[in-house]
């Protein structure tokens, strides 16, 4: 529909929003929102990776975001969506799975691109890639400068 | 080999014990241990469920654990082993792959077994359940006093 279009691109924009200001606390610009879909949409929880700041090696951005939505009953994730800026890692693509969160919009997967949106695909999460060549070109550009941190943050 | 089971006694030990902490602050009782597999084997990080003490959506018991380790390159993952006492979750399972853990020890699948052992295991995890009836009874135990909150913990 027209007005998910709209609201995809403005919860974007937010979620890159939460990735500069990670950039700006010397972090790894990741950012991540989940939106209850009322009407109107609900911000539940924002949030951006916190290795370098939190010195944590679990808040990537989706989970920074869902653990800043807080204590949540089961049912109120199956009415949400989450706005990531990047493809959700293994982790990441469990945390969404373990609460059945069952729309997710990724910004772009060109810089990283596990196993996780196939995954999420076959456990029936309606997973959606905007390609939005802004956010591609930003984070592609953090990591060229930031390659050992990078890599310790997915692991390898 | 007779020296590997009894480390994986010992350290499963030390993860209810962890469990049984959680008990005691009110929390939800599962524990974890993270070991690097030197000679002899160095406890890297333990934790506890963290929901009702720091109502945390994301510090499961294996992930507080990990995020106790602390941040570490993603090599020492490699050389490591996880205990936990119960069954991964999927957001655990997720955890336990993207730093590349090669071998997780579970106490008991009883009282959850989701989809994560067997993903672990198509993706090349050792996986070894213990089915320890101690930590089984006890857990079960506890399930049956606390529905509601081990419900939320699991996302339904
Ligand atoms: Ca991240
Ligand atoms: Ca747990
Ligand atoms: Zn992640
Ligand atoms: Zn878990």
Chains 1, 2 share one sequence.
């Not at 009407?39 to 679990?58: C, E, F, I, M, Y």
């Not at 009953?73 to 959700?88: I, Q, W």
């Not at 060549?133 to 550009?141: D, M, S, T, V, W």
């Not at 941190?149 to 390898?156: A, C, P, Q, Y």
Request: aromatic share 6%; glycine share 10%.
């Amino acid at each position: 529909m027209v007005e998910r279009e709209v609201d995809d691109v403005a919860f974007m924009r937010m979620a890159f929003e939460e990735a500069k200001k990670g950039a700006q606390e010397g972090g790894i610009p990741i950012g991540a929102v989940l939106v209850l879909l009322e009407d109107p949409p609900k911000v539940l929880g924002r949030g951006h990776n916190q290795r370098v700041q939190k010195r944590s090696a679990t808040l990537h951005a989706e989970m920074d975001c869902v653990e800043n939505a807080g204590r949540l009953v089961g049912s109120v994730y199956k009415n949400t969506c989450l706005y990531t800026t990047l493809s959700p890692c293994d982790m990441c693509t469990g945390c969404i799975l373990l609460y059945g969160i069952p729309r997710v919009v990724i910004g772009e997967n060109h810089s990283f691109r596990g196993k996780g949106e196939e995954l999420l695909r076959s456990r029936g999460v309606e997973v959606v890639v905007l390609d939005d060549a802004e956010i591609r070109g930003y984070f592609c550009e953090w990591i060229r400068r930031n390659e050992g941190l990078w890599n310790e943050d997915i692991g390898v």
